[in-house]
């Protein structure tokens, strides 16, 4: 970390370097996404990491890649854990919002199947279980785990699975179930399809899917495109 000392005059101020190395502690469920991690935040009214707020740090499992410190008081609450937040804007909705915010980029590191992909450099092709532990093993070695705790968590999980669910950045679509006055599209498919399903135009089998057209109708506003 550079650090500027006094000085009076038309000089340029010296800059000098500091000889022992600075850190941030944080606290995480999730070793392994400090492979997607894009910035570290801080809350802007934090006394204890304001003078860091704009310097940079370095993730040393990720090759030393270096990402910065911001302040948002959405995503960071000053009197829990460290006040440090990793942000891992692809694997975290509310992550993912912060790096909405503040362009951040956003690096994906799971393959559909839950193992690492190329963006996880050495850990590429573990499960992300195992890349956990090497993950955890790596910063040990490197002096740099501070030790661990049991807490309680919110996790949801897969009804379907019912395993954990793993945020994960991809691409979705959605389809526009009315017609906007600025639209040129010849048809829309939802209409038709609700109109067969409400005039009883099509027989439904079983009866029960019958109102699944029409209910899709409700989806928001806001994912609508």
């Known amino acids: 970390e550079e650090t500027t000392g006094s000085h009076s005059g038309s000089e340029p101020e010296p800059r000098t370097l500091n000889p022992e190395p600075s850190f941030v502690r944080f606290s995480t469920t999730r070793p392994e996404t400090m492979l997607g991690d894009t910035a570290v935040a801080v809350h802007p009214n934090d006394t204890r990491y ?3 707020i704009g310097k940079s740090v370095v993730i040393p499992i990720a090759g030393n890649r270096e990402i910065p ?10 009197e829990l854990g460290t006040g440090c937040v990793k942000v891992t804007p692809a694997h975290d909705m509310n992550d993912y919002a912060c790096g909405l915010r503040h362009k951040l980029p956003m690096i994906n590191i799971l393959n559909p199947d839950g193992t690492i992909n190329e963006a996880g450099g050495k850990y590429a092709g573990l499960d992300r279980y195992k890349a956990r532990d090497a993950v955890t093993a790596d910063m040990e070695a490197l002096g740099l785990f501070d030790g661990r705790e049991d807490r309680l968590i919110p996790l949801k999980f897969s009804d379907r699975s019912k395993t954990p669910i793993e945020p994960y950045l991809s691409d979705q679509w959605f389809v526009r179930m009315t017609r906007t006055k600025t639209d040129t599209t010849e048809s829309i498919c939802a209409i038709p399809v609700t109109k067969v399903v409400k005039t009883a135009s099509v027989e439904s089998i079983p009866v029960s899917v019958q109102a699944i057209p029409v209910s899709v109708q409700a989806i928001p506003a806001s994912v609508q495109s």
Not at 69 to 78: E, H, S, T
């Open 50 to 52: 304001k003078h860091l």
């Open 69 to 78: 410190i911001i302040a948002d008081g959405l995503l960071v609450d000053p």
